[in-house]
């Protein structure tokens, strides 16, 4: 295997100096770069696209109404309702 030592000196100022490597990996750097951000936009239109499919902005109610210490709670379909024992006492 070819040491520093073994080569022409042009050869080693070429590639120790400082053109050689940032033109070496300047292309395939870009073409990352342009695949990363392609990506990304992509992505953000997507998920843009999905939000506005969603429907409506929900908004959590923190001043709920408290559930009576006397009654009692149901379910039903998945909504609790208070149970027709505790309206009648």
Do not use: C, W
């Not at 053109?19 to 936009?41: E, K």
């Not at 009692?72 to 909504?79: K, N, T, W």
Request: net charge negative.
């Amino acid at each position: 295997m070819p040491t520093p030592k073994d080569s022409p000196r042009e050869q080693n100022a070429t590639l120790t100096g400082k053109q050689f490597f940032p033109h070496l990996i300047a292309q395939p750097f870009h073409h990352g770069l342009v695949i990363v951000f392609t990506l990304a936009i992509i992505m953000s239109l997507f998920s843009a696209g999905v939000s506005l499919l969603r429907g409506k902005h929900y908004v959590h109610d923190d001043q709920a109404t408290p559930v009576p210490s006397g009654g009692s709670l149901e379910a039903a379909g998945g909504l609790l309702v208070e149970s027709a024992e505790s309206t009648q006492a």
